[in-house]
């Protein structure tokens, strides 16, 4: 499973990191991406790391928000800068993952991302 973490209450300019944790015998993250869900709006694509470390940005991200991550744990992280209030939503993340059990696409509960102006 995966299990997102990271979120809070943060002002405008602030950071968070948020973390994805997959659990079980991973082999190999093949992506991992975030996507957040404003109250009342769709859910979008924020940002996608492919394992050979390409890396894909919502434009409306770019600059501020880094996506990675860490084999060896099994875990992704998105780093978040200069955090605006139109950042505010729920954010969760999926993995493309090769497991003891073959390839698994899973996705992590959400954590809630609240940016006060």
């Known amino acids: 499973q995966l299990q997102a973490s990271g979120g809070g209450l943060v002002p405008t300019g602030g950071s968070l990191r948020l973390s994805c944790a997959a659990s079980?015998?991973?082999?190999?993250?093949?992506?991992m991406g975030w996507y957040r869900q404003a109250p009342g709006k769709q859910c979008d694509l924020v940002a996608t790391i492919v394992n050979d470390g390409t890396t894909n940005y919502a434009d409306s991200v770019k600059g501020r928000f880094t996506i990675s991550t860490d084999n060896a744990k099994n875990t992704g992280y998105l780093q978040m800068n200069s955090l605006e209030p139109e950042d505010t939503a729920v954010y969760y993340c999926n993995a493309d993952l090769i497991t003891h059990s073959g390839r698994r696409v899973l996705w992590g509960q959400g954590t809630l991302v609240t940016v006060s102006s």
């Open positions: 079980g015998r991973i082999f190999r993250i093949n992506t």
